[in-house]
């Protein structure tokens, strides 16, 4: 700076005094001019330099290193809305199109739930869903399910706690039982517009419990899971314990899980499920006497569940938005044992009573392209041979002597990960002497936070 | 008899055994910039293929039962992984590796965010609200990264601090003489017109000065269709592009389409470590990338 003020002085001196300059003498001149000659390298020299220094100020300047902190994220989190939960909302509706009466429960199975289908245009239960840390223990989570009808149904309502640490995972309140692979997964997450026959008759639909869940998972390299959960008995086959102390229903399950190569993925699993059933009433069951309409019969005794389940996933690379095969299959066993008395409006006899029902399903989903799916499944029941005790052995069936069985077969399209739109057909054979082709074409959509899926 | 009780019993409490430092990275990039800075010290174990959809993981038991005994979570963030970890740290009954612990780490909060979304709306695709988390196509993203990865790593693992320092020291020269290197081989590219299929590129972009004018997906994380593609294919006539990127995951079939139809290259950048053949670690992943993408200047 103090050379181009010096030169600026030496240029206007020359400039003001050019007379002054004539009278100097030679020497003088070369002297000055020598100096001037010095100035100006020295100049350009600093010139050079400068124009250097800036290029590597440019260069560096591109780079983002100091990256100035985000004001865009924290400002945010000052507002008390930022600790507002999740809130997920899912659109759902079926036209389903049937032959048969959908009431009309499976052979054999009349004393079970039948959970049935709507017939037409129908407005799903659109499910919504709240959930949020409380606080670093806990977290709460609530799905609420809107009837089309009216009304609040509370599907799940209740707090995780994975702060135990050791792996140990703790749920308290109302939540889907973790048996079986399919009870867990809510409906929108079902690859079928319906649940395999095993579960609408065994567990109408699904399982679900209000009480607590305890989870252990191994610190294995291999996914080792055994869990716990003790309730009310809410869900059928439960009772729902209402006005007494203890426990009305318990659960025990175990899964194990691993991939082969980065390609396949597995999980196998195997429960237990347990309760006392107190006047459990059926309407409408079929009898020996042949009585129109049926009965109206009471159970009351042990129920023993158990279950196993495998579910194997293939997608070449790994890459499940291109392509998956998925293919699952879940087996249940059910003992009864206790008192049934038969047609409390008429005979009113009590006797004993043990059946042993069972049922499977196998199922297999193919995402052949980026958008689009089809799926095939069986589904079989046996409702087994009961022993029935001298009272009632000229009353109840003990022998249905049919197999119930089903062949189902979807497509669905999922434009983004958000919607789906489903057709269905299936081939039903549940109803002995009441073949039923039923038809379902369904669209699921899901607004707002959107939870991660389970495996 | 007593020993396997014993040894059992060490293994229901999940005792952390062997010494090294159980790292669960998300995405092959942060378990390499992991294995550079950490060497030996660490146990690590990777989430996602190279050739996976990072927006597409399950939730697998696989995932579960590692997630339980890692000390140290490093993924991307910025909801990248929003389809699958929320499940899976849940699932593992792991305190240490929640959100706002030190077990957890996402390299996006480290780096500034581009494509940040002024208007969140789902009729816009798969936008993520925090910005386009695919930062790991900048490689001077890297920088800031590693800085804050080696002090959590010093942070968790104290003892080896000396070790994560020198590390992490040799790995910044590395990454800063390698940038430079990088950025003078870029050199043709800058000002490129490019079409990619998926967004996955603006760090990219960013940094080597590619021009991008057409995405092939109508949305971020929309399929597109026949009719989108002829669009974008006449709308090339007026703006032509010097070639059509994809990340290695992607299925071919949308940019082949254009590549065959404008008579333009179709260029596959590995995207991530393994996603090509030569991009076994992190300096080989941006050398495959700048040779690939000089390769399609030709």
Not at chain 1, 53 to 80: K, Y
Not at chain 2, 26 to 46: F, H, N, R, V
């Amino acid at each position: 700076m103090s050379d181009r003020i010096y030169l600026g002085a030496a240029l206007a001196a020359l400039l003001c005094h050019p007379c002054g300059a004539s009278a100097a003498s030679d020497a003088d001149l070369q002297a000055i001019r020598e100096h001037i000659q010095q100035l100006k390298q020295s100049y350009e020299q600093r010139i050079t330099q400068l124009e250097q220094r800036l290029q590597q100020a440019e260069a560096s300047s591109r780079q983002p290193e100091s990256v100035a902190p985000q004001p865009a994220r924290s400002a945010s989190a000052n507002s008390d809305n930022a600790f507002n939960p999740a809130v997920s909302l899912i659109l759902s509706g079926t036209y389903g199109q049937l032959k048969q009466d959908a009431t009309i429960p499976a052979t054999g199975f009349a004393m079970n739930a039948n959970p049935g289908h709507e017939q037409g245009f129908n407005l799903g239960e659109s499910e919504l869903g709240i959930s949020a840390n409380i606080d670093p223990q806990f977290r709460g989570v609530a799905t609420l399910a809107l009837d089309p009808a009216g009304g609040i149904g509370v599907e799940n309502a209740f707090v995780q706690s994975g702060a135990l640490g050791n792996g140990l995972n703790l749920k308290m309140g109302r939540f889907f039982s973790g048996l079986g692979y399919l009870n867990e997964q809510h409906a929108h997450a079902w690859d079928f517009a319906d649940q395999p026959l095993v579960y609408r008759a065994l567990w109408d639909n699904q399982i679900g419990e209000d009480g607590l869940q305890l989870k252990w998972l191994a610190p294995t390299e291999m996914f080792v899971e055994v869990g716990g959960e003790i309730g009310r008995g809410r869900g059928f086959p439960g009772t729902d314990r209402q006005r007494r102390n203890g426990i009305g229903a318990g659960v025990l399950f175990a899964h194990i899980g691993d991939d082969i190569g980065i390609e396949q993925s597995w999980r196998a699993g195997m429960s237990l499920h347990q309760t006392r059933r107190a006047d459990a009433a059926s309407d409408a069951v079929p009898d020996l006497p042949g009585t129109p309409g049926g009965v109206r019969n009471l159970f009351s005794g042990d129920s023993h569940t158990a279950g196993l389940d495998l579910v194997w996933k293939y997608s070449p690379n790994g890459n499940t938005r291109e392509r998956y095969l998925k293919v699952q299959g879940e087996y249940f066993r059910r003992k009864e044992n206790g008192l049934l008395t038969y047609d409390t409006a008429g005979a009113n006899a009590t006797g004993s009573y043990a059946v042993t029902q069972s049922g499977w399903y196998l199922q297999s989903v193919y995402q052949f392209a980026p958008a689009w799916r089809t799926g095939l499944r069986y589904d079989r029941l046996d409702p087994g041979i009961a022993s029935v005790g001298a009272p009632n052995a000229g009353n109840v069936i003990s022998d249905y002597a049919f197999n119930p069985s089903r062949i189902t077969w979807m497509a669905d399209y999922s434009p983004s990960e958000f919607s789906r739109l489903r057709l269905q057909l299936a081939r039903d054979k549940s109803r002995q002497g009441l073949d039923d082709n039923q038809f379902f074409l369904q669209y699921i959509m899901s607004l707002g936070a959107h939870g991660a899926h389970q495996y | 008899m007593n020993k396997i009780l014993y040894a059992f019993l060490l293994l229901l409490l999940g005792g952390n055994a062997h010494a090294a430092l159980n790292v669960f990275a998300c995405e092959p990039e942060w378990a390499a910039l992991a294995q550079q800075l950490a060497g030996d010290k660490i146990s690590l174990y990777t989430a996602t293929g190279a050739l996976q959809d990072p927006h597409r993981v399950e939730a697998r038991p696989s995932l579960i039962a590692r997630a339980r005994g890692a000390q140290l979570l490093v993924c991307t963030g910025a909801e990248l992984e929003a389809g699958w970890l929320p499940v899976v740290l849940r699932e593992s009954g792991n305190g240490a590796i929640q959100p706002g612990g030190s077990g957890y780490f996402e390299a996006a909060h480290y780096v500034a965010m581009l494509e940040v979304p002024a208007r969140l709306d789902r009729a816009e695709g798969d936008v993520h609200a925090a910005g386009n988390p695919h930062v790991q196509t900048d490689a001077r993203n890297f920088l800031p990264v590693a800085e804050a990865l080696g002090k959590r790593l010093i942070q968790l693992d104290p003892a080896n601090t000396a070790f994560y320092q020198q590390q992490l020291a040799a790995f910044n020269q590395r990454w800063r003489t390698a940038i430079a290197k990088w950025e003078k081989q870029a050199e043709p590219l800058r000002g490129v017109a490019v079409i990619a299929q998926h967004k996955g590129f603006p760090y990219l972009n960013n940094w080597l000065g590619l021009k991008q004018v057409a995405e092939l997906e109508p949305k971020p994380g929309l399929e597109p269709g026949a009719a989108y593609l002829g669009g974008v294919l006449s709308r090339l006539q007026q703006q032509p592009a010097r070639m059509v990127l994809r990340a290695a995951y992607q299925n071919d079939r949308p940019s082949e389409w254009i590549a065959q139809r404008a008579h333009i290259p179709a260029v596959v950048v590995p995207f991530t470590v393994g996603g090509t053949p030569q991009a076994t670690d992190l300096f080989a992943m941006f050398d495959d990338t700048i040779q690939r993408l000089l390769a399609g200047l030709k």
